[in-house]
């Protein structure tokens, strides 16, 4: 597959591309794979390695998240980085 032939998409613009009746076709030379039965029966779930970071749920508001957004893609790389430097400037003032 050709390195420009991968396309990104974000959850919320998939869906607007489906109520836009925006959809991107599968390509016409796609392979087309059928999983069996027996596929299934030996199905193991993979679940990926630590890659050193946690996931959280975090409230902003909305002019904060914005304003990381527009400085493009990494946003939430950016964001972690001021919070690691917050906290690296205060870790000795508890």
Known sequence: ???D?????????????ARDGDTV??????????LDEAFWR???LVVPGNNGKTSVH??????????????GKGHLTRMSAVLRAYM?????KR
Not at 7 to 16: D, I, M, N, T, V
Not at 25 to 34: F, G, K, L, Q
Not at 60 to 65: M, N, R, S, T
Request: charged share 40%; hydrophobic share 35%.
């Open 1 to 3: 597959m050709a390195e």
């Open 5 to 17: 032939d991968i396309r990104h998409y974000s959850r919320a613009e998939l869906e607007q591309m």
């Open 25 to 34: 076709p599968t390509r016409a030379d796609a392979p087309e794979i059928r």
């Open 42 to 44: 030996t199905a193991r």
């Open 58 to 71: 975090l409230r902003l508001d909305p002019e904060v998240l914005e304003w990381f957004r527009s400085q």
């Open 88 to 92: 690296e400037a205060n870790r000795d």
